[in-house]
């Protein structure tokens, strides 16, 4: 048998007969099934690796599904570090997105109306020269409130995660990703310091590569403690009393206004240090729900159809952690933070590169989980 030296044909001799051939051996297994390892799976597939996801809960209902979906890629809101993955992968997402509903003939309601920004003191300087004029800022949207301070128009987009999401589950599993659900990874299995699999609460699974998209819980699997926490978020989802009464994404220093083309509207977000704790507090809500109307004071009837809190992966810079790390075949790809929707397309891109073998066509040394070491 012949072993390719790269891509994922690519075997280590001496460790196959660590394996029974009877057993499936996958090329690489994904852990976590969020929106950044289902996209990962998908890109794999495409460059005919056999893909395991395998994921602690149901794929696509941790982060990815309490997300906004906004997809910032403005100077004023992206850390420097990060500015080059952010616009790359705005740009691919028209294209990603529509990938996924032809591929699993459902819509994401990827929107680009933009946003209305207002000025918080931090970023009223480095946005002065787009200021919009207040008779600007009502022709756009008529039932916004005078917030007496200085707003911005960016061109941007907005997508729906959850529906993103359940085209993504669609899409990977058409595409002949398998999943493994309800059991979470452990532990990553090495064989003489080299990445095998990975063992789960009830049992394992054989990989010749590993990559760790556990997001928030990323740091709880063995062996290597990436430095990632829970980042909690609280959220609530309104009925608009008419479809478009709102069209713009509307973010403020009190709360950001997300519409969904099938008139709801999104509320968010708090970020709270509470650890894995997802339960919601009613003041909280209550709170963000007050916001919206003080934004909006035709919501003032608007009826509640949902609260929800979920963990963002976070890291000491607020920088995601991508690429290999010192255990050989082993990978990682989470800590996106608040950006995770936004760079599912690129990081499957740079990360599918860096487990073939080859060199990103994004820089990954700001990403590389060898800082925290």
Known sequence: MIFPTKGFG????SLISLYNFHVKTWDV??????????????????????????ERGEPGREASHAAGGMLVDCPLETAAPLQSLATASARMYPE??????????????????GAIVFA????????????????????????LSDQNCAAFY?????????????????????RGVDFSSGDPVTKVNLAHGQALGVATTKTSFAGHKVVNCAGAWAGEIAPEPFPTRPVKG???CLAMPTRNLL???????KAYLIPRSDG?????????????????????????????????????????????????????????????????????????????ILLAPITAQVMTAAIEGRTPEQDLSPFSPARFS
């Open 234 to 236: 609280q959220m609530l």
């Open 29 to 54: 297994i994904l852990i976590g099934g969020g929106i950044i390892g289902l996209s990962l799976a998908i890109e794999l597939r495409k460059h005919r690796a056999t893909v395991l996801v395998i």
């Open 96 to 113: 990603f997105a529509h990938e996924l509903e032809m591929e699993s003939g459902m819509k994401v309601d990827l929107r680009d109306q």
């Open 264 to 340: 709801r509207l999104l509320v968010g977000a708090t970020v709270e240090e509470a650890g894995f704790d997802k339960r919601t507090n009613p003041d909280t809500i209550q709170r963000l729900h007050h916001a919206a109307i003080e934004l909006v004071p035709k919501f003032t009837d608007a009826r509640i159809l949902e609260d929800w809190a979920g963990l963002r992966p976070g890291t000491p810079d607020a920088l995601p952690i991508l690429g290999a790390t010192s255990t050989p075949g082993y990978y990682v790809a989470t800590g996106h933070y608040r950006d995770g």
């Open 154 to 174: 960016v061109k941007e987009r907005s997508v729906d995660p959850r529906a993103l999401t359940a085209a993504a589950v669609k899409t990977a599993k058409n």
């Open 247 to 253: 069209k713009h994404v509307i973010r403020s220093p």
């Open 120 to 143: 918080s003191d931090q970023n009223a300087s480095k946005g002065a020269h787009s200021t919009l004029l207040p008779a600007a800022v009502a022709e756009l949207e008529p039932s």
């Open 10 to 13: 690519a075997r280590n001799p």
